[in-house]
């Protein structure tokens, strides 16, 4: 009979540990106790694939083409001299916008920047714009970033990407993130010409390669470099 009972609190115990750690996994494979100055969000992410280009069988999502990105962001920067947190640094995490912003409040960071691709029943549709919440807090940052974006050499053809003006969104990651953040909706990942540079890169007139995450990761660099001066 003790026996029965010290086993039945070993399983007891070991059933909490597990529920902790199912409620601390998410935060656990983010910058977790990290401080900065800022805060990348990659979009969507875990069950969650956010926007996804059917031509390529799936294989072309934004969860895995944000993280890409937020990446070689995050590299740029730190060679710049930023420190940046990360909500997310893996494919396998769900995160919801209450986990992102609470995470992002943690960091005691500058700026948040939110990083997406959009999508459209049209495969030939693509544009870049970014999202703000509140007009005091984040419309400036909105407003930078997006004048950076729209340097984005066009997929489809010569000359930059087509523009839409930033506008107010209703996200809880801007409208409860202590600092000025933006959600940037780079392009359009269900264009196929979009989708093509994403997955093949794309050889320039010199004869190299250029990924077209290198090149969002290099525009977003450039617009968080003007609005928040290298520390």
Same mark, same amino acid.
Request: hydrophobic share 35%; glycine share 8%; proline share 4%.
């Given at each position: 009979?003790?026996?029965?009972?010290?086993?039945?609190?070993?399983?007891?115990?070991?059933?909490?540990?597990?529920?902790?750690?199912?409620?601390?996994?998410?935060?656990?494979?983010?910058?977790?106790?990290?401080?900065?100055?800022?805060?990348?969000?990659?979009?969507?992410?875990?069950?969650?694939?956010?926007?996804?280009?059917?031509?390529?069988?799936?294989?072309?999502?934004?969860?895995?083409?944000?993280?890409?990105?937020?990446?070689?962001?995050?590299?740029?920067?730190?060679?710049?001299?930023?420190?940046?947190?990360?909500?997310?640094?893996?494919?396998?995490?769900?995160?919801?916008?209450?986990?992102?912003?609470?995470?992002?409040?943690?960091?005691?960071?500058?700026?948040?920047?939110?990083?997406?691709?959009?999508?459209?029943?049209?495969?030939?549709?693509?544009?870049?714009?970014?999202?703000?919440?509140?007009?005091?807090?984040?419309?400036?940052?909105?407003?930078?970033? @997006?004048? *950076?974006?729209?340097? #984005?050499? =066009?997929?489809?053809?010569?000359?930059?990407?087509? &523009?839409?003006?930033?506008? /107010? @969104?209703? *996200?809880?990651?801007? #409208?409860? =993130?202590?600092?000025?953040?933006?959600?940037?909706? &780079?392009?359009?990942?269900? /264009?196929?010409?979009?989708?093509?540079? #994403?997955?093949?890169?794309?050889?320039?007139?010199?004869?190299?390669?250029?990924?077209?995450?290198?090149?969002?990761?290099?525009?977003?660099?450039?617009?968080?470099?003007?609005?928040?001066?290298?520390?």
């Amino acid at each position: 009979m003790y026996m029965s009972k010290r086993l039945a609190l070993v399983l007891a115990g070991a059933v909490m540990a597990a529920l902790m750690v199912a409620m601390t996994g998410v935060a656990s494979a983010q910058d977790e106790g990290c401080k900065g100055d800022i805060v990348l969000d990659p979009g969507h992410g875990g069950t969650d694939p956010g926007a996804v280009n059917n031509t390529y069988d799936g294989l072309i999502t934004e969860k895995a083409e944000t993280l890409k990105v937020a990446l070689d962001l995050k590299d740029l920067l730190i060679k710049d001299g930023y420190k940046v947190c990360m909500t997310r640094t893996t494919n396998e995490e769900t995160l919801s916008n209450n986990e992102r912003y609470t995470y992002a409040n943690t960091t005691g960071a500058r700026v948040l920047v939110s990083i997406h691709m959009n999508g459209s029943s049209s495969s030939t549709a693509d544009y870049t714009t970014t999202l703000f919440g509140k007009w005091r807090k984040d419309k400036a940052l909105a407003n930078t970033m @997006f004048q *950076s974006l729209s340097t #984005l050499p =066009s997929a489809s053809g010569p000359g930059t990407i087509a &523009t839409k003006t930033p506008y /107010s @969104f209703a *996200s809880g990651v801007l #409208l409860k =993130s202590n600092m000025p953040a933006t959600i940037a909706e &780079t392009v359009f990942i269900t /264009s196929n010409k979009e989708a093509e540079w #994403l997955r093949d890169g794309r050889k320039m007139p010199d004869g190299t390669v250029v990924s077209r995450q290198h090149q969002i990761a290099q525009k977003l660099e450039a617009g968080i470099r003007s609005y928040l001066p290298t520390p």
